[in-house]
């Protein structure tokens, strides 16, 4: 791409999350998440020390700055601050995360907080979670308090981290806890309840007049059929409502379209569930919401091709397994297919940087109350290998990666998409949720036994990208 320059003032962040970083999971008095008990029971990943962010912090910080990092996503453990979830307060955890943001802004390294990341308090977990309205009640009362605690240290509040991911995976696919597999009807009304508990805190944010920015992030996969026909092209749209329509409609403009409603009942009909209600003074929260939303968080990694399925065995593996294992047939939706020519993650995940671009794009053209776009995380899983304390870790692939999806950024840029800032997934290692300690995304390479951080190949790309504002060559 020829003499692209993003503008003066664009973020180039690093993006993290609490509970893969922070390590110290019973550390301050903080309360159990519905990871610990999961990760207790299933014995595959061990979240402690993860990178030992929750005391090196001050360390990960520095880097930030030498390697010219102006922002960086990190996430509140919610049950660090509130151990049941509500109720009780533990000042400890509300230390720690002063002192955090305290030091992001010695770095000049701007923190873009979010408030619900993967970690729901085990104790709303066990009453319910996004099923309930006990949960979504104390989730208001845990914004409201960080809101207040931290004024003038966050100026970028998140509401919630994917929440696709989270509810997609907690009842259709079965990786989050508490696992369960094909319950649609469950997954739409969590859907339908994390847009709009999200509505609730942005307009609780804006009722007290704070001066800062609000915003949600997404995990968008732009989805397309595998080919012309009218069932493929059927399955995509279906599979798109699934992941990624049904929220951007209930956050972004504040109402669900008819044809929306209406893909979501093929859905549930499909596995013989029962509708979930939509209530219309729902909408009217949605759309005061949607009004007022600063900006939108994409959080992009893959596109999906779309074949129309006619089997009646539901096979579900969704984007976890090893490379060639993956599987992913969905009941009244459809079955995911990996086009030859495309090459993927050693995960499976395919790398198709085009699909940034169209899913930006759409975003923009189909929700005109959007006027901000940050891309919350893109980046690529890998088995980086350390050579030696005096080798630079050479992660070419992922800087490959990193430099097509920047280079779909820019080209929005261009087309008048409003994105202002770009956060690379991730920061330094940590785990990831369901892949463990083997697949790494840092810019940072962490040696999980000595907890040291070496700058690896990428690390140094994406500095030349954030000091020169240009996109740097492979080498
Ligand atoms: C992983 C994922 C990451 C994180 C992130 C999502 O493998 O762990 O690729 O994207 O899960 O927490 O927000």
Redesign the pocket.
Known sequence: MKEFKFPKGFYFGG?T?AY?CEGATKEDGKGEVIWDKYLREQGTINPDPACDFYHRYPEDLELCKEFHINAIRVSIDWARIFPEGEGRIEPRGVEYYHKLFKKCHEEGVEPFVTLH??DTPQALQDKGGWLSQEMLDAFVEYAKFCFKEYAGEVRYWITI??PT?MAGQQYVGGTFPPAYKDQFDKCFKAEYNQNLVHARIVNAYKEAGYTGQIGI?H?LQTVYPATDSEGDKHAAELKDVLENKFYLDGTLAGKYSKHTLALVKEIIDANGQQMIDIKPEDEKVLLKAAKQLDFVGV?Y?FSKFMKEYHGDTEIIHNGTGEKGTDVNRMKGVGEEIHPKDLPATD?DWIIYPQGMYDQLKRVYDDYPLVHSIYIT?N?M?YKDKFEGEDKIIDDTPRIDYLKQHMEEVAKAIEAGIPVNGYFV??LQDM?????GYS?R?GLFYVDFKTQKRYAKKSAYWYKKLAETREIPPVD
Do not use: C, D, M
């Open positions: 993006a999350a893969q990341h993967f981290n994917e991911s992030v995990a959080n990694y995960w995380e980046g899983g997934w991730s785990f990831s949720w369901t892949n697949k995304y």
